[in-house]
């Protein structure tokens, strides 16, 4: 039996597409930002500041419309934009272009870096000592 025999109807997704730039690659500006202002995060910027010095609406501006969509409570929202920067950062790649198998992949590798680095200035900050 079919959805249409079940009456029901098939799952529409919530924005329009068409009126996003959907562009897979990150261009220039959107790549420099990322690699200057992600990083910080680590370094205790918090991440409302992150999201403020990326200003672009190719990015942001979807997460915002699905977020306005799925009422999600706007508290929410820096810290899911945090988590797609992060992976943009990662992967090098606008969301637009990530592949269903590899959403989760570039996520944990940008965690795994961040771990690093931050066992690092511990180190670093202890040998001063």
Known sequence: ?????????????????DDYDRS?????????????NVPSLANGVLPSVVVERFPFPRLLKPLED?????????????N???????DMAGR?????GWTEGGRSGGLRRQREKEKRA????????EAKR
């Open 118 to 125: 931050r066992r690092h200035r511990r180190k670093a900050l």
């Open 80 to 86: 899911l934009k945090i988590l797609m920067l992060r």
């Open 24 to 36: 897979t690659e990150l261009k220039i500006d959107e790549a420099d930002a990322l690699r200057a």
């Open 92 to 96: 090098g790649k606008s969301y637009w």
């Open 1 to 17: 039996m079919n959805e249409r025999a079940l009456g029901l109807t098939p799952w529409v997704w919530p924005v329009k597409l």
């Open 66 to 78: 699905v977020c306005a969509h799925i009422e999600l409570h706007q508290k929410y929202w820096t």
